[in-house]
């Protein structure tokens, strides 16, 4: 049985769905509508894998912004930010305190565990997928903003503006809100990588390596067995897939 939140929560998401399919799809972009990206087949995540980032932070350059640069291109993201432009990836200089010693750090959705955009959505739109990438469902994002106050790395964005020259695979509407998605796209045709870790790669620093967490002969799980990594507040105990070395 139910209970009556349960219920409501139910309720709420049967309108939502009822009045998106009498509006005949939310119109996002000239010929894309949310009802029938919705509709699209997609690979079903499977929980044997976690999906996950590797930055090694004494490999990433200060001033470099090549990972920022790709996730714009990639996801049609406004390639000149401005202070209300979406933001996926940005970097953050971080200096230890006791020695003074900075870090270049990117800072994404960490694609936690026990995720906090999830927990506070009312509409159940911010969800987290069987292989542990976190996603944002825009046919019931009712663009509260909630989750982005819960989320403690600042990592999700309000669209303000209606967006242009959109991405078939990314889809983005006016009153959404959106973050890393891991670039699902590729990992659902089995490109085996992200947008950020190619180009880094690309450049020849490779500071991000993207890989199944629970594949102990994964890469990823390799280096991170061999030398210690961090989480990002690790004292909330989100249990992020995104770890971070050299911090």
């Not at 469902?137 to 106050?149: A, E, K, N, Q, V």
Request: net charge positive; glycine share 10%; charged share 25%.
């Amino acid at each position: 049985m139910k209970t009556g939140a349960e219920q409501g929560l139910a309720g709420r998401r049967k309108f939502l769905g009822l009045a998106a399919a009498g509006m005949g799809g939310v119109l996002l972009a000239p010929g894309i509508h949310l009802i029938e990206i919705a509709q699209a087949a997609t690979p079903e995540a499977s929980s044997k894998v976690r999906w996950g980032l590797l930055i090694d932070t004494t490999k990433c350059e200060s001033g470099c912004t090549d990972c920022v640069s790709a996730c714009n291109t990639e996801n049609g993201l406004d390639p000149r930010p401005s202070p209300t432009s979406a933001q996926w990836i940005r970097k953050v200089e971080i200096k230890e305190i006791r020695t003074g010693r900075t870090s270049s750090v990117p800072v994404m959705c960490q694609h936690c565990a026990e995720p906090p955009c999830v927990d506070v959505c009312p509409t159940g739109a911010s969800f987290k997928r069987a292989d542990g990438i976190v996603l944002v469902d825009r046919h019931t994002c009712i663009g509260c903003r909630y989750c982005m106050m819960a989320c403690p790395y600042k990592a999700r964005s309000f669209v303000h503006e209606v967006t242009t020259d959109q991405k078939a695979h990314n889809p983005r509407g006016k009153g959404c809100v959106e973050s890393c998605t891991l670039c699902v796209h590729k990992v659902d045709r089995g490109d085996g990588t992200t947008a950020c870790a190619e180009a880094c790669k690309k450049e020849g620093h490779e500071a991000i390596l993207f890989g199944d967490l629970k594949d102990p002969n994964s890469e990823i799980s390799k280096r991170l067995a061999a030398q210690p990594s961090k989480q990002l507040r690790a004292d909330l105990k989100l249990n992020t897939g995104v770890r971070f070395q050299g911090i």
